[in-house]
């Protein structure tokens, strides 16, 4: 696929490839979103606003260049905010493609790095010489200061403008946990919010701390995503039991979605309220309890999002659906085109129309 | 103190507030009056001696060295409010520039005084508040909070000669509360614009140096007027949600 390279996150012309329940794939323009939805519809958003978790220091034990990449959180507290699973490159930056970058200095327990204005401790490494468990010093507000001073949103090479915070936040970022944008949240807009709304589809959020998608390095990779600590709000909570009543559908936006939900998910298919940890890897053999149907962008074969698109649709249609993306230039990575998949019926019978007429279908193709 | 202020003390205690213009004037008095009620208090404000003035002053208030008027400054401005706060029920927008100082007739006002206003006036709240939205909505969501007041002026709807950067630049500001404000019914996100009237403060200092301070209010006294309209604003807000609620159960 082609990696969406400018940072805008709701560009006209953005596509959406639909795999309905029954394995039938639909091309519709991403705008006519709503159009695919049913009144009775729930759309759980992440509010996570995302974190400029790329801190660029120096190792002062060897005085190397270093970027800190910070990957993982043990809660969302805000005052919570001293200790950080983080990933450590050496030096440059993000126009070298991450599986380009070099290994940091050998790191230790108690090396000291100095990350702009702030300081920190490495702890321990965990299990990988990239990978280290750090403690900022000072207060949480001074931590807080140095990181939206001197941080940086993770980027990618792809991308090749620096990221501002505005380019990662999204329309509902709320509360700062995520260490990369829960991107998914990018083709919601108050206006779609808005048109939602109009159409009786119900809106909620939840809070998911959203981790790296990528480090280029394979041992690494495969660990990926780490625990994540979400938290889903009693009102959030009953709007899915709520639609669960009536019959509609849960619709995450985004795969940190998914995990929050299926992580927290109770009997009869809701969700329980309060604070937790996703620690669950999903794919193929995940059975979803909760949510119907995923929001997200379109993932390449062999990553941990594109795995975990096989709890919702046989590897046959996601095959299909692999190809119809290729084959219609959709764009792929945080900025690109989506893909709208609902959880198979399990049933091999194909529907010639999906959908109600109205003006957006138009522009809507079933595949032969 | 009267009955409805002891009122307000109730409903502001554990609320998230966040403060623009912190160390001065209304911003200042709004900064003591919430953090005395018991409200969870950050602000911004340009000059690091008066923010660290302020907090030493105020302990657990959170302060944050920023221009609002600066695009740049905006994101990391709205990153340490929410960091500090973990979330904003409350925000006000109460930094101001007067434009040219001395005040001047438009005509010998230069175009760069025009453009600090309108960056510090209007566009400041604007880019803050929009950042904050997702917050807001969230808040409001929750049942909280969700209300944004901007400090307006008299100056905004009555034509002063000499204040014409200020005053038009605050009516701007007050025609897009107006409207955000009808965009955001159905978040449950209320924006507010509020004249505060003349007071005694550092600004109108600048403006009219020779200004008899026995005939101006003091901030204290707006802050109060403040506080009753974002407590109505959030009493008002929490109505709605109630019955939201009560509709969806049926």
């Known amino acids: 696929m082609i990696a969406a390279a400018s940072p805008i996150q709701r560009p006209r012309e953005a596509k959406l490839l639909v795999i309905d329940a029954h394995g039938t794939l639909l091309h519709a323009p991403r705008r006519c979103l709503p159009n695919l939805l049913r009144s009775g519809d729930l759309v759980v958003a ?10 660029a220091g120096i190792h002062v034990e060897s005085g190397a260049p270093i970027e800190v990449r910070l990957a993982q959180r043990r809660s969302l507290a805000s005052d919570d905010v001293s200790e950080f699973g983080a990933i450590v490159f050496g030096e440059g930056d993000y126009r070298t493609p991450t599986e380009r970058r070099p290994l940091p200095p050998p790191l230790a327990g108690g090396d000291m790095l100095r990350l702009g204005p702030l300081r920190a401790t490495v702890q321990r490494t965990l299990g990988h010489p990239r990978l280290v468990a750090l403690r900022f010093e000072g207060s949480s507000l001074a931590i807080w200061r140095g990181i939206a001073l ?3 949103p993770i980027q990618y090479a792809y991308v090749p403008t620096p990221l501002a915070l505005w380019d990662v936040w999204t329309r509902i970022a709320a509360v700062p946990t995520a260490f990369e944008p829960p991107s998914a949240g990018f083709v919601l807009d108050w206006h779609l919010i808005g048109e939602l709304r109009a159409r009786r589809i119900a809106f909620a959020t939840l809070t998911h701390a959203a981790g790296i998608s990528s480090t280029g390095d394979a041992a690494l990779d495969a660990l990926l995503p780490f625990d994540e600590p979400y938290h889903i709000s009693r009102r959030t909570a009953d709007a899915i039991a709520r639609t669960r009543g009536r019959g509609g559908r849960v619709i995450a936006a985004g795969t940190t979605v998914v995990r929050a939900l299926e992580a927290a998910a109770g009997d009869h298919g809701v969700a329980r309220a309060g604070a937790g940890v996703a620690r669950q890897r999903i794919d193929a053999r995940t059975r979803l309890r909760v949510v119907d149907a995923l929001l997200t962008g379109t993932h390449e074969p062999g990553t941990s999002h594109h795995a975990l698109l096989g709890a919702f649709a046989t590897g046959e249609s996601l095959q299909s659906a692999d190809h119809e993306l290729e084959d219609h230039g959709y764009r792929t990575h945080e900025f690109g085109d989506s893909m709208l998949i609902e959880r198979g019926s399990g049933t091999r019978a194909r529907r010639t129309s999906p959908l109600t007429h109205d003006a957006c279908t138009s522009n809507m193709r079933i595949v032969a | 103190m009267n009955a409805s202020d002891r009122n307000d003390d109730r409903n502001l205690a554990g609320l998230r507030i966040f403060i623009t213009g912190g160390t001065s004037g209304l911003g200042l008095a709004l900064v003591r009056g ?22 030493r002053e105020l302990p657990g208030v959170a302060g944050i060295v920023g221009d609002i008027s600066r695009k740049d400054d905006v994101y990391p401005i709205a990153l340490q409010a929410l960091g500090a706060l973990g979330g904003i029920d409350v925000l006000v927008n109460s930094a101001s520039s007067l434009g040219p100082v001395p005040l001047a007739l438009l005509g010998d006002t230069e175009c760069e005084d025009v453009e600090r206003a309108l960056a510090a006036n ?16 969230a808040s409001a969501a929750d049942g909280r909070g969700g209300v944004v007041l901007n400090v307006s002026s008299d100056a905004a709807s009555t034509p002063y000669p000499g204040w014409g950067a200020y005053g038009a630049s605050k009516a701007a500001l007050a025609h897009m509360s107006a409207i955000w404000n009808l965009e955001l019914e159905g978040e449950g996100v209320r924006i507010l614009s509020i004249d505060p009237g003349d007071m005694d403060t550092p600004l109108h200092a600048l403006a009219v140096p020779d200004a008899d301070p026995s005939t101006l209010r ?23 949600r109630h019955h939201e609620r009560e509709a969806l159960a049926r």
């Open chain 2, 122 to 137: 209007l566009l400041g709240p604007f880019r803050l508040t929009k950042a904050l939205l997702g917050a807001l909505s």
């Open chain 2, 34 to 55: 919430w953090h005395a009620h018991g409200a969870r208090v950050a602000f911004v404000a340009r000059t690091p001696d008066r923010v660290a003035q302020v907090m």
């Open chain 1, 150 to 152: 001197h941080g940086r």
């Open chain 1, 46 to 55: 992440n509010d996570a606003a995302t974190l400029p978790a790329s801190l």
């Open chain 2, 218 to 240: 003091q901030p204290e006294d707006a802050a109060r007027d403040v506080t009753h309209a974002i407590v109505a604003a959030l009493r008002r807000n929490a109505r709605d």
